[in-house]
């Protein structure tokens, strides 16, 4: 039988955390709980968690600095759950290595798929997918999860990882939005379709030489997006 996964739930408020904590124990999670940065950083060293559920806004230190304090320890997935809908706070959110997103208010339902979403990113790899993908100076590794450009290691969260994986499987096609997500987040989501494109912003700052005219990760107006194979096809407008 699997282990059940591990994950610590980092929020100030008292009612979350005890709901939150309640209704994934239920799910046959393994759970600890924090109220502040300081006791957090505690509790993730003894509990080794495999996702943190982490609230931007708290007492001693902020999500986004604690996000990359844990990521830089164990790479550990981490579910930013915030009052805060600002689309920049969305973009440093993801910029600071989060792997998705909620606002509060949330249904719990919402964030049981979205947990069990990102969990999935730990998988198998079949074999099929063992095939390292090169272009030019990018290589895509999936068995190590590893991207590298010029022999440079390109830091990438779990879900730009994926995003940037599945475009490159399929280079020359053009995918809708709806199609991405449906591919890559694997669930219905039901906000905006944007976030899609906040990712694809994020990629591009790492793996494009000019991010005003990616050359790889090509915008199809009306459409949505493609993984342009370098000295294939013709360079987006």
Known sequence: MAQAKKILVVDDDPAIRTLIH???SKQDYQLEAAEDGKSALAVFEQFNPDLVILDINLPDSTGFALCQEMQS??????LMLTSRSDEADKIRGFDQGADDYLTKPFSLGELERRVRTVLKRVRAVTTAEQQCLSFNGLVI???RREVTLNNDIVALTA???????FLASHPGRVWRRAELIQKVWDYEYVGDQRVVDVHIGQIRKKIEIDTSQPALIQTVRGVG???E???QGESAS
């Open 22 to 24: 309640r209704f994934l």
């Open 73 to 78: 320890r164990t790479g550990v997935f981490v």
């Open 141 to 143: 590794d999936p068995v």
């Open 159 to 165: 879900l730009e990882f994926d995003l940037l994986h």
């Open 225 to 227: 997006y493609k993984f």
């Open 229 to 231: 194979s370098p000295g």
